[in-house]
């Protein structure tokens, strides 16, 4: 039996639980901050990326503005592995430009990194100041950079692309480390107060079965399989090929690209993990009108998502009030 109330936080614990909800949580499990979000809350990039307090007011903005219903940290996937000492592009002062990994790291500095420092220290501390704000009501989900894709970033790209195949060992020992470290990362954001994690695979789009049963599966499953958290895959793309095994990862949800279709996405997944997506972020939240996007999610929640989201992280610039189309199209709302 369905409670007569659920908290957004019920809700969304409850889809991923596999249990009865009144219906779809609308949310985000990719990045969610906005330039006019930013100037609503005063919190800008680059310091929201790197000042816990910034991370939390900008982090609540989606929540409190424009009524998602969770609180999604942090704003970019550069915390692992700028911790460990890659380097990192804030790109100035250019408040609408994500920052990214700008080359890889010395071969001779991999080691396992705690989770209170650097950046992942900044990241605990932001989900710690967003619990004692939000209390038990709202999710609080943090996106934390999958193994593979962490493998790339201290590796380089190509060169962990090439060594698939050229020098596969090497490949497993670092992701062995990453794996390692995306573990304790996890185990404390969970002590932080954290109610989900957002693993991010974006690199493993690029792989086809073979490649992702053989060098992402294996560091998933062992990831999932020793966490008390329940966790969230994010692959971009066209992730179909790789759907079924993204579905025996143990990741509780599966966040699809607006690539996948959704009725076929959910026939692969076949109950193994709730399905989360998955609105255009580009040719819909950013580019669409309020009355398209509240006729197009409506039509993904009668496709079958379980979680209304968009299908990748927010374009810094989509209108606030397009994001309230997204939600009025789950809750119901005027």
Known sequence: ???????????????????????????????????????????????????????????????????????????????????????????????????????????????????????????VEATRILRDRLGSRVPIIVGVTGPFTLTCFIRGFERTITDLTAEPVAVHRTSTVAREIISKYCDALRGAGADAVSLLEPNASLLGPKYFGGFVLPYLNEINEGLRIPTVLHVCGNSLPIMGLMAQSGARGISIDQKVGVARAKAIIDGRASLIGNADPVALLLGGRPPDIERECRRMLRDGVDILAPGCGL??????GNLRAMVRAASGGA
């Open 1 to 123: 039996m369905i409670p007569l109330t659920l908290t957004p936080r019920d809700r969304f614990l409850n889809v991923l639980s596999g249990k009865e909800v009144d219906r779809a949580p609308v949310l985000s499990v990719t990045q969610t901050a906005t330039v006019e979000q930013m100037e609503l809350v005063q919190a800008y990039w680059p310091e929201a990326h790197t000042v816990a307090e910034q991370m939390a007011r900008l982090g609540l903005a989606a929540y409190e503005r424009a009524g998602f219903e969770g609180v999604r940290i942090p704003f970019s996937m550069i915390a692992e592995a700028s911790t460990l000492g890659c380097g990192v592009d804030y790109h100035g002062d250019r408040i609408g430009y994500i920052p990214s990994i700008s080359g890889p790291l010395a071969s001779e500095s991999l080691r396992v990194a705690e989770p209170t420092e650097g950046q992942m220290g900044i990241i």
């Open 315 to 320: 374009s810094p610039f989509t209108p606030i």
